[in-house]
C-alpha cells in the first residue's frame, strides 16, 4: 500500500492545481522511464530470459491489458479514454507487483528497496496525468475513490502474495512478475509514451532516459 500510495499523491495534485500540459508530459516521460527500468532489472532480469514460461505470462500481461484497454476504448467517447488507460494500466500493473512485494516478504524476510521506489516513483506521474485527462469527465470525489480502490486493491494483493508464499514453498513470483511486465510495457507503449510526446515535445525523450538512470540506481541499493 505504501508504493500504491503514490497513486494518491499525483491524483491531489492533479486536482488541486491546474498542472501545465508540459509539466504532466515531463513527469510522464520521467515515469515511463522508471518504469522500463523496473521490468529490465526486477520484473525480467537477464537470468529468467532463457524461461519459456516467462514469455508465455509476460505475453498473457500483454493480451490482458490491450483486451481490457480496448472495451475501455469503444465504451469511451468522452475523450477520457487516454486517463482511462493509464489507470487500467496502473491496477494491472500494481497488483502483481504487490503480489511479488508479498511473495519477496514472505521468501526473503525483505523487501527489494529498489523495486519499491521505482513503483513508487512511477505511480506519481501515472495518476497526475491520468487525473488530468480525467478531472475533464469526472468529479474529484470519483476519481479520489478509483485511485484509493486501486491503493487498497494493491495492499490485498500483497497480502495475497505472502499467504500463498507462506503455504507454498515453491512461489517465487516470477511468472507474477512477467505478467506485470507484458501489461505495463503495452501500457507504457499505448498510452504513457504516446500521451508525453504529445504534451511535452521531443525534450521527453531526455527525461525518459534520466528516469530510467535514476530507478536503474535505486535497484542497487538492495
Do not use: K
Not at 499523491?9 to 513527469?27: E, K, N, Y
Not at 494500466?89 to 527489494?112: K, M
Amino acid at each position: 500500500m505504501l508504493a500504491a500510495a503514490s497513486l494518491l499523491i499525483g491524483a491531489v495534485v492533479a486536482l488541486t492545481a491546474r498542472v501545465p500540459p508540459q509539466v504532466v508530459g515531463d513527469v510522464m516521460g520521467f515515469g515511463a522511464g522508471a518504469l522500463v527500468a523496473a521490468l529490465a532489472y526486477e520484473l525480467i532480469p537477464t537470468g529468467r530470459v532463457a524461461d519459456w514460461l516467462i514469455w508465455v505470462s509476460f505475453g498473457i500481461g500483454a493480451l490482458v491489458f490491450y483486451g481490457l484497454d480496448s472495451v475501455l476504448e469503444r465504451r469511451s467517447a468522452t475523450g477520457a479514454g487516454a486517463g482511462l488507460s493509464i489507470a487500467l494500466g496502473a491496477l494491472l500493473d500494481g497488483v502483481p507487483e504487490s503480489i511479488v512485494l508479498g511473495v519477496g516478504v514472505a521468501v526473503g524476510g525483505t523487501v527489494s528497496i529498489g523495486f519499491l521506489m521505482a513503483v513508487f516513483i512511477s505511480n506519481v506521474p501515472e495518476s497526475l496525468s491520468a487525473t488530468a485527462d480525467l478531472r475533464r469527465t469526472h468529479s474529484a470525489a470519483w476519481i479520489c475513490r478509483l485511485w484509493a480502490a486501486i491503493v487498497v486493491c494493491s495492499g490485498l494483493a500483497a497480502a495475497l502474495g505472502y499467504a500463498l508464499a507462506s503455504h507454498l514453498s515453491n512461489v517465487d513470483g516470477r511468472y507474477v512478475q512477467a505478467l506485470a511486465a507484458g501489461s505495463v510495457l503495452t501500457m507504457l507503449a499505448d498510452s504513457m509514451m504516446p500521451e508525453a510526446f504529445s504534451r511535452g515535445g521531443r525534450r521527453i525523450a531526455l527525461l525518459t532516459a534520466l528516469g530510467f538512470a535514476i530507478a536503474a540506481f535505486l535497484t542497487t541499493l538492495d
